[in-house]
């Protein structure tokens, strides 16, 4: 009998111990339901689309429109203002080269040795003439001149006057490849030497043949127009005269401009020649600040909403001292073959006058734009 209640505890003992280890393990059971929810909550919803601060779609022409907040915007520094009015020349593109001027300089030499020794001639001339006079007057009088001497005398003025006119027909033949080569303006400096054919063949001034497009014709070339190098540089070159032939490759209407020497343009140098034509029209001034550059093209930014803007390409044909542009606005149709088109678009529909510029932040936004898309492309 003195075993029945230490049996009794043992067994309640055993039973207290078989409870707390089964809420134990049902605490256990609970808790990792409990963590396993919230780690399939967790990752489905690390598996939804990160919705970024700036948000970039498609409008309904193509292009991407960027959904920027308030906040953003200050952070930016974006500002935004209507562009000024300003008046647009259209320009028509055309091709031009640098000449190199050694023939020029050799025909020059040419006509100078001509001359040289046509004077000496004449000069040679002069004297045997009045020798020969003197001869026949003292033959004529008897005064101890014998016949002799007289033919003489003759003979030499004979062979002067012959060498005067060769010296004469070799300077109208320089002269006259002067013309056939260059064309009467260029000729006319070569003969006489005025300083156009000076300034050129000391490389005070260099001569640019500029060609236009094949088909294309201008009514007047314009006196004054400009090129751009290689390197960017915008050069002033001013007319001479149509040229007396055509670049062979392009085959169009050719006319001949000089450039200051001191400038980036170099005998042999291709470049790009900017021909006004028509009058100028309505345009709009772009300031440098609003002005950013993708793949070798210019840019700006307009708002199109309180928190939306679009990027827009512009023409860089008319290029302003600080570094904007002018543009054609809207509504103003450009001449056909005018400057103002892109390989992949055309971008002379004109710019709206009245519609808000990104003045400054355009860069800003440029970059916004792009790590939005490469975001929304990685998730």
């Given amino acids: 009998m003195s075993g029945g209640?230490?049996?009794?505890?043992t067994s309640a003992r055993a039973f207290v111990i078989a409870a707390i280890v089964a809420a134990g393990v049902g605490a256990l059971l609970i808790w990792g339901f409990l963590e396993g929810r919230g780690e399939a909550t967790a990752?489905?919803?690390?598996?939804?689309?990160?919705?970024?601060?700036?948000?970039?779609?498609?409008?309904?022409?193509?292009?991407?429109?960027?959904?920027l907040p308030p906040d953003l915007q200050k952070q930016a520094d974006i500002?935004?203002?209507?562009?000024?009015?300003?008046?647009?020349?259209?320009?028509?593109?055309?091709?031009?080269?640098v000449l190199d001027l050694q023939p020029f300089t050799d025909l020059r030499n040419t006509i100078a040795n001509a001359k040289a020794q046509l004077a000496i001639a004449e000069a040679k001339l002069a004297a045997s003439k009045a020798a020969f006079q003197r001869a026949q007057v003292?033959?004529?009088?008897?005064?101890?001149?014998?016949?002799?001497?007289?033919?003489?005398a003759e003979a030499t003025y004979q062979s002067d006057l012959a060498t005067v006119q060769a010296g004469q027909v070799q300077t109208q033949n320089a002269a006259a490849n002067a013309y056939q080569a260059w064309g009467p303006v260029l000729g006319q400096s070569l003969v006489e030497g005025t300083a156009l054919a000076s300034d050129l063949v000391q490389h005070r001034r260099v001569l640019i043949q500029v060609t236009l497009p094949l088909g294309k014709s201008l009514p007047q070339p314009?006196?004054?127009?400009?090129?751009?190098?290689?390197?960017?540089?915008?050069?002033?070159?001013?007319?001479?005269?149509?040229?007396?032939?055509?670049?062979?490759?392009?085959?169009?209407?050719s006319f001949f401009y000089t450039a200051d020497a001191e400038s980036d343009a170099l005998p042999g140098m291709?470049?790009?020649?900017?021909?006004?034509?028509?009058?100028?029209?309505?345009?709009?001034?772009?300031?440098?600040?609003?002005?950013?550059?993708?793949q070798g093209r210019a840019w700006v930014y307009l708002q199109t909403a309180a928190n939306?803007?679009?990027?827009?390409?512009?023409p860089t044909s008319e290029p302003q001292p600080d570094g904007g542009y002018v543009?054609?606005?809207?509504?103003?149709?450009?001449?056909?073959?005018t400057v103002a088109s892109t390989p992949d678009g055309d971008v002379t529909q004109g710019f709206p006058p009245d519609a808000p510029l990104v003045l400054t932040g355009a860069q800003t936004l440029l970059s916004q734009e792009f790590s939005a898309q490469i975001q929304v492309g990685g998730d």
């Fill in 5 to 9: 209640p230490s049996a009794r505890m």
């Fill in 43 to 67: 990752e489905a919803q690390s598996e939804q689309p990160i919705k970024p601060a700036v948000e970039v779609s498609r409008g309904n022409t193509g292009t991407a429109v960027i959904t």
């Fill in 79 to 97: 500002h935004v203002r209507q562009p000024n009015a300003a008046p647009y020349q259209p320009l028509l593109q055309a091709y031009g080269s």
């Fill in 138 to 152: 003292l033959h004529k009088n008897g005064q101890n001149f014998s016949t002799a001497q007289l033919q003489a």
């Fill in 222 to 253: 314009p006196q004054t127009a400009s090129i751009e190098t290689s390197t960017g540089q915008r050069v002033k070159i001013a007319f001479v005269s149509p040229a007396t032939r055509t670049d062979p490759q392009i085959q169009g209407v």
């Fill in 270 to 294: 291709n470049v790009i020649a900017l021909l006004p034509v028509g009058k100028p029209m309505p345009g709009v001034g772009i300031p440098a600040s609003a002005v950013v550059w993708l």
């Fill in 308 to 314: 939306t803007f679009t990027r827009r390409e512009i």
């Fill in 327 to 337: 543009v054609p606005a809207s509504g103003s149709q450009p001449p056909p073959a």
